[in-house]
């Protein structure tokens, strides 16, 4: 049974940071890219960010790029979204989530590509 749990989240003012951490269980995580996403009230779920599984490769959506950096450490199972400079449009629950695929070359930003999800951290950001 594959477990993850985002934690971090919070009210910060516009221009704060925050940093989100998700830590797994029940799978390899070395083995796996991670993803982040989000969802904001009355939306889709969208893409953030994602990280390969050893890494080395990261993605960003174009409206966090320059301000979240993901990062992992797999000697901990725990994925991070440091999140700098933030606005109150990034207000939202943010959920990690893991590759279906194992040892996947580079990253997706499809959700429909992660199989296993965290309950969700609120963050809030106000103006």
């Known amino acids: 049974q594959v477990q993850l749990v985002e934690s971090g989240g919070g009210l910060v003012q516009a221009g704060g940071s925050l940093r989100l951490s998700c830590a797994a269980s029940?799978?390899?995580?070395?083995?796996?890219?991670m993803g982040w996403f989000r969802q904001a009230p009355g939306k889709e779920r969208q893409f953030v960010s994602a990280?390969?599984?050893?890494?080395?490769?990261?993605y960003y959506a174009d409206s966090v790029k320059g301000r979240f950096t993901i990062s992992r450490d797999n000697t901990k199972n725990t994925v991070f979204l440091q999140m700098n400079s933030l606005k109150p449009e990034d207000t939202a629950v943010y959920y990690c989530?893991?590759?279906?695929?194992?040892?996947?070359?580079?990253?997706?930003?499809?959700?429909?590509?992660?199989?296993?999800w965290g309950q969700g951290t609120q963050v809030t950001v106000s103006s």
């Open positions: 989530a893991i590759d279906r695929r194992r040892l996947r070359v580079g990253v997706t930003n499809d959700l429909n590509e992660y199989n296993y």
């Open positions: 029940g799978r390899t995580f070395s083995s796996y890219a």
């Open positions: 990280i390969s599984y050893r890494g080395g490769s990261t």
